[in-house]
């Protein structure tokens, strides 16, 4: 499977509330193409909706931590 339906489809699982289903595709993209940030982020979201904070923060410090001074505050304004 290629990382970008791998994410395409953990964010239609996460938009049918289907959260386990959804952090396991977008850890499968994660796997398959470690550098996509964007994928950090969703994972984190992802997470945060499951109930799970723990995960989320991690996923959402490994993306800020890896954007630098490009993190979008928005974004990350948003997930607190």
């Given at each position: 499977?290629?990382?970008?339906?791998?994410?395409?489809?953990?964010?239609?699982?996460?938009?049918?509330?289907?959260y386990?289903?959804?952090a396991?595709?977008?850890?499968?993209?994660?796997?398959l193409?470690?550098?996509?940030?964007?994928?950090?982020?969703?994972?984190?979201?992802?997470?945060?909706?499951?109930?799970?904070?723990?995960?989320?923060?991690?996923?959402?410090?490994?993306?800020?931590n890896?954007?630098?001074?490009?993190?979008?505050?928005?974004r990350?304004?948003?997930?607190?």
């Open positions: 499977q290629r990382p970008r339906s791998a994410s395409d489809l953990g964010l239609v699982y996460q938009e049918q509330k289907r386990e289903d959804a396991a595709q977008l850890e499968k993209a994660h796997t193409d470690p550098g996509n940030v964007t994928v950090l982020f969703n994972l984190g979201m992802t997470y945060l909706s499951a109930g799970n904070p723990m995960k989320s923060l991690e996923n959402l410090r490994a993306y800020v890896r954007r630098g001074a490009d993190a979008d505050p928005v990350v304004q948003t997930a607190q």
